[in-house]
């Protein structure tokens, strides 16, 4: 093994395999190995200039009066007796004579350490199973690897982010997460640790990442070198700042995203949605964007109204802007074979691929295929329709769906990108499909971008995407886990989310125990970032399957606007409308916050708290903003819940006007109508 400095960086050579530890902006280093030649050359998500820190490295000669540095096995494997100790900032990495590498924070506390179980005698921890930290190995016949790296586990770590999963636990210590976009299932692999770093796997191959009691391990299946991005700070926030000004920082949220969105599966016609958004005004009701959904489209790949239902987008666009409403339009990635651009893509290479069998991706309401969105002719050939038959009818914003891709099956050995195999690159589809439409949309001289998406990897918050936690059921169950999966999401970088207010699939209009979950879950919906109602509303309405052109219609679900499940609910909802606008200025100073350094408008309480350890334990609260603390409701039948006030504040009760010193759990007060939230230190909002 030998161990040099160059261009800024620090070289692990050890036979065929080389490491770089590089500075990578403040308080961060990045770390990169190869089984080759040479270092592969994606960047993944690190894309954006950082900070230049000069390399700050000392080099100690240890004690080499132990017998072990006589030996004549050290000697065989081991050039030097030196330790290189490399610092930046906030961050020291400490490379061993053998390689191996720990990191502390600027106090010189232990952050973490690789996982080695062989033969150290230099750290006085002998254990002969073998086992490396570092661990590439070649799949035979490529000249691809097989990835491992391991960390050491703590009994004390607490580890939050990694992007949106269906489960109940914020913290994420104990689970075991495939690193892999599914519906309702997004993969972000950055990571924050109560012992004070972040943790970025930049590597968008299918594997796993678990956070077991013995050691922390991360796997690849296929890809082509080892790349990962650490970073130190005395706070979530220094952490969070560091972390986006390597992958990027989010927009400006545009005005209309700040305020309520109509959504519904879905509007069959133009008159329908022009219907629901009169009378929305009428009523007096605000609303910023409403939704024209999936199948308004002459056939999936053509991307463009069907003329029956939609004779006249253009007057449409215009009336809804005229009501101050934005309109949002859905895009799937999906190519029927019988669509007109079937045949252009497929010649062009514009599809993905399968290595074997049919290259059908999906069977439902015709036979499809995905775009290949990491291909950058693909991209400009799917804006390109979309421009021509949305954007010049005045259409601004778009629904991405199908982000994933939602392949079925997920086979993702099967499939082919120009970026190369699935297994080795799928993770970055959703990236590839948001920058299509945010670099067509700023070369037609947009500034204000957004795209609704329904995944997220690293990097895509650059491209303005709010990500929504996908099609997810209609029960207490569902609402308590999308919770945790926001919060996870925010804290993974991501800081525009929401979900489907009421969840997406059933939730029957008429039954008491679903309105009293839509309710709950409106009233949390007002204090996320993104405010949308949406949702199936089963049972669906039995008609007749409709043809236009031998292409089968999609059919609309059960009346999913305020004022659609009884009187008493909708005065209810109204006045969550109206407590939004409220606070549309207090949002909107949130969204720049966040646009300027990464800080989620959406966050788990030790963001704002990180002193108080107590803080790092509640699950079922969170801050939005730097002055709210809300406590949502997440049980049916539940009128009053326990409250965490976290160390270093005084909390007004905003329903009851009650101060009370943080430190301590109190039982707030929560009717129906009521969603629980504090108010920090006498500052003055008009919720209630």
């Known amino acids: ?100 590498i720990s990191y502390y924070n600027q106090k010189g506390e232990l952050l973490t350490a690789e996982y080695w179980r062989n033969r150290n005698r230099i750290n006085r921890y002998c254990v002969p199973i073998r086992i490396d930290a570092r661990e590439l190995k070649p799949i035979q016949g490529t000249t691809d690897f097989e990835l491992t790296m391991r960390f050491e586990a703590y009994d004390d770590e607490k580890i939050f982010g990694m992007g949106q999963y269906q489960d109940k636990h914020l913290d994420k210590k104990g689970a075991t997460l495939e690193l892999a ?43 082509k070198k080892l790349d990962y991005f650490i970073t130190a700070g005395d706070t979530p926030f220094e952490i969070e700042e560091q972390y986006s000004a390597a992958t990027g920082r989010t927009p400006m949220m545009p005005e209309y995203g700040l305020g309520y969105w109509q959504c519904k599966l879905r509007y069959r016609n133009q008159e329908e949605i022009l219907a629901v958004a009169r009378e929305h005004k009428k009523r007096g009701l605000p609303m910023d964007a409403i939704v024209v959904d999936f199948f308004h489209w002459t056939m999936q790949g053509d991307f463009k109204f069907e003329p029956r239902d939609w004779p006249d987008p253009e007057a449409m666009v215009k009336e809804l802007k005229g009501l101050g409403i934005e309109t949002v339009v859905s895009v799937w990635p999906t190519i029927d074979e019988r669509s007109e651009n ?20 999906m069977s439902w309401m015709g036979n499809t295929v995905f775009y290949d969105a990491t291909h950058p002719g693909a991209q400009a050939f799917v804006w390109d329709r979309c421009k021509k038959n949305y954007y010049d009818k005045g259409i601004r914003c778009f629904w991405l769906d199908e982000a994933e891709p939602e392949y079925g099956p997920y086979d993702f050995d099967n499939y082919r990108y120009y970026a190369g195999p699935a297994l080795q690159c799928t993770n970055t589809y959703p990236v590839g499909y948001a920058k299509g439409f945010y ?94 109602m949406h949702g199936e509303r089963s049972p669906w309405y039995e008609r007749e399957q409709e043809f236009i052109n031998n292409v089968r219609q ?29 606070l549309r200025p207090y949002i909107r100073e ?26 790092w334990d509640v699950e079922d609260a969170y801050m939005f903003g730097p002055d709210l603390l809300v406590a949502p409701v997440m049980e049916e039948g539940i ?3 326990e409250v965490y006030l976290p160390k270093g504040a005084t909390w007004k009760e905003a329903y009851t006007g009650k101060v009370y010193e943080g430190g301590q759990k109190v039982m707030a007060q929560a009717p129906i109508e009521i969603i629980p939230v504090f108010i920090r230190d006498d500052k003055e909002y008009d919720i209630y």
């Open 342 to 361: 079937y045949g252009e893509m497929n010649e062009k290479g514009y599809l993905v691929t399968a290595d074997r069998g049919m290259s059908y991706h």
């Open 590 to 615: 949130c969204m720049k916050t966040a646009s300027e350094n990464g800080s989620p408008i959406m966050r788990p309480l030790f963001f704002d708290f990180s002193e108080d350890k107590a803080s």
């Open 181 to 223: 976009h599914r519906n309702s299932q997004a993969s972000v692999p950055f990571m924050i640790s109560n012992r004070g770093y972040g943790f970025f796997w930049n590597n968008p191959a299918i594997g796993t990442a678990t956070f077991a009691t013995n050691k922390t391990e991360w796997y690849a299946k296929s890809c």
């Open 1 to 100: 093994m030998t161990v040099y400095t160059e261009n800024n960086k620090v070289i692990i050579a050890n036979g065929k395999q080389t490491l770089w530890l590089e500075p990578w902006g403040k308080n961060s280093f990045r770390v990169r190995m190869t089984g080759e030649s040479k270092m592969d050359e994606n960047d993944w998500a690190l894309t954006e200039k950082v900070e230049d820190c000069p390399l700050d490295i000392t080099v100690e000669e240890l004690d080499t009066t132990d017998p072990w540095y006589a030996t004549e096995e050290y000697a065989h494997y081991h050039s030097t007796g030196k330790q290189y100790t490399v610092k930046n900032g906030k961050i020291t990495a400490v490379i061993n004579p053998e390689g191996w």
């Open 554 to 582: 999609l059919t609309s679900g059960q009346d999913n606007e305020v004022w659609s499940f009884g009187e008493e609910n909708y005065e209810i909802l109204t006045k969550y409308l109206f407590i939004r606008e409220r």
């Open 639 to 641: 009128r009053e819940r």
């Open 439 to 532: 670099d067509g949309l700023k070369e037609a001289g947009e500034t204000e971008i957004l795209s609704l998406v329904r995944c997220a990897w690293a990097g895509s918050q650059k491209y303005g995407v709010l990500t929504w936690s996908g099609d997810v059921h209609s029960s207490f169950r569902s609402m308590r886990e999308q919770l945790q999966a926001g919060l996870n999401m925010c804290t993974a970088g991501i800081p525009w989310w929401t979900s489907d207010i009421g969840g997406f699939l059933g939730g029957n209009i008429q039954d008491e125990h679903f309105q009293e979950l839509l309710v709950r879950w409106f009233a949390w919906g007002a204090f996320c970032p993104v405010f949308r």
